[in-house]
């Protein structure tokens, strides 16, 4: 029988303490779906609705690789806007506390670029942001993205409505070519599949219909 509990993923005690103290003990559905793959590295389409827990699904995977004592972006999530940019990077820092000091940075649009561009010299782990933003950073230099492990697409159905689609392949040709490549979305019409398509290799494909 599939357990649904952390403890079940190979994750190391620290991580898992932090997961209790979040109040994380049993993993949603779409999260005990797709752990186990993100964890062994797989690229994955995941279509499940909000709320489901989408974000620690592959936060988790980005954190579970991520090298803190090597100081470049391990890991980029593409978000549709910055309101949702900046709830996946709470979630993400929270998680972070059970690795140590991971920097999370959020690059999206309606601010001003200048500091953006003083945070990306100090440097980052993990760069969560919106398309256009982060192409303005690629066209300036100002942002490397040719040391990312792990690149999620988070909420690729709004994006892709949003017309970034031109921006997304921008940015993922930017990233290596042995990335790992996580799609989530409440939503997986055929436009988003074969706009995707290419993006991905040999994804699992998980679809959770219900609540939990
Ligand atoms: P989605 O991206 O699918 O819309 P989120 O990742 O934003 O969903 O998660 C929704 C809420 O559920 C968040 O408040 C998050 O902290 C919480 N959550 C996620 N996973 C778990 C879990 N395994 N146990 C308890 N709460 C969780
Ligand atoms: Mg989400």
Not at 127 to 147: E, M, N, Y
């Amino acid at each position: 029988m599939q357990s649904d509990s952390f403890t079940s993923l190979s994750l190391e005690p620290r991580f898992l303490a932090n997961l209790a103290t979040l109040g994380y003990h049993h993993m949603t559905q779409v999260q005990a779906e797709t752990l186990p793959s993100v964890l062994a590295g797989r690229d994955l389409i995941a279509q499940a609705k909000t709320g489901s827990g989408k974000t620690a699904a592959f936060g988790i995977g980005i954190l579970n690789k991520l090298n803190p004592a090597w100081f470049a972006v391990q890991g980029l999530v593409l978000c549709p806007t910055r309101e949702l940019a900046d709830q996946v990077a709470g979630e993400l820092r929270r998680l972070a506390r059970g690795v140590g000091n991971v920097k999370i940075l959020t690059l999206t649009g309606g601010v001003s670029m200048r500091p953006q561009i003083a945070s990306l010299e100090h440097g980052a782990h993990i760069v969560v942001g919106t398309p256009g933003r982060i192409r303005d950073h690629l066209g300036r230099a100002t942002l490397d993205l040719s040391k990312v492990q792990t690149l999620v697409l988070d909420e690729a159905d709004r994006m892709t409505d949003m017309g970034f689609y031109d921006e997304i392949a921008g940015i993922v040709s930017a990233t290596p070519v042995h990335r790992q490549t996580l799609l989530f979305s409440a939503t997986y019409p055929d436009d988003i599949r074969f706009a995707t398509a290419g993006f991905l290799r040999d994804p699992l494909e998980v679809k959770v219909e219900g609540k939990h």
